[in-house]
Structures are given as structure tokens and as C-alpha cells.
């Protein structure tokens, strides 16, 4: 039903498109449904680095509710999971910073966003710096890549 409103498209329509996704990324599917079971069984989901995320409607008797929790268990270990990057991101580049001495402030966290305010003699250092640190927070079976813009203002930045 989302996705057909989301996209203006028949429920069928919509349903044809998740099958197809489904079919094409099975482990997705799999990995959505061991989710969805362990929270159950569980009452809680958990980040790559173990933090608990505790779901109590997963248990719910009231079936939007219940829906509700089961999509919020199967969100919650990525989200997490990224809250917990970035948190290691911002520790390792607000070491940097505390030791290097530039002209950078690191001033707000938007999601997956850091936004700094750098003197335009150091774009290009502090760019380069805060790419690698970011890229290198933590170590995955995956390689972490960083896109960084740059200009007078978030927008301009985007």
C-alpha cells in the first residue's frame, strides 16, 4: 500500500515491483524475516557493535501496531547500526581536530551528515582529512565510502 501511494501506481502494480526486488536480493527477504522473528522471540533487535534496541509492540496484539514494531525492528539494526558509525566518525575527527591546530569546527550532525565550518584555506586539507577518517571509523566486511561537498552554506553543500 505504501509504495503504490508513494509511487502513484495499482497495489499490483506495487506488489509485482516488491516480488521482483525480492526475487532479484533474496538474502534481503531473509535477512528482513530472521529480523523480524529474532525481535519477536527477542522483545529487541541489536546494532553491529551489540547496542539493544528494545521493540515492545513486536508483541502487540493490536495488528498496525505489531506491523508497526516489525518494521521498526527490521529498520532499527541499520539505522543503529549507522548512529553508531557516525558516533566513531565524529570521536575520531574531533581527535584531529583537537591536535591539529586548523581553523574547523565540526557544528552538527544531520543522519548520516557531518557539517563543519572550515576557514577556506583548509577546504582541501580538512576534506581530505575528514573523507579518510570517516571512511576508516570502523572496519566492515563492506569498504565505507564518503561523498563531501563543500560551499557557503548546507544547501549550496548538496
Known sequence: FGLSQQLKISRSEAQDYIDAYFAKYPKVKSFMEITRSNAEKDGYVETIFSRKLYIPDIKSHHIP????????????????????????????????????????????????????????????????????????????SVPLKVSIGTGSNWDEAH
Open 65 to 140: 501496531r505489531k506491523r508497526g514494531a516489525e518494521r521498526a525492528a527490521i529498520n532499527a539494526p541499520m539505522q543503529g547500526s549507522s548512529s553508531d558509525i557516525i558516533k566513531c566518525a565524529m570521536i575520531d575527527i574531533q581527535d584531529w581536530l583537537a591536535s591539529s591546530k586548523l581553523d574547523i569546527n565540526m557544528i552538527l550532525q544531520v543522519h548520516d551528515e557531518l557539517i563543519f565550518e572550515v576557514h577556506h584555506d583548509n577546504v582541501d586539507k580538512a576534506s581530505t582529512k575528514i573523507k579518510q577518517l570517516m571512511e576508516n571509523a570502523v572496519q566492515l
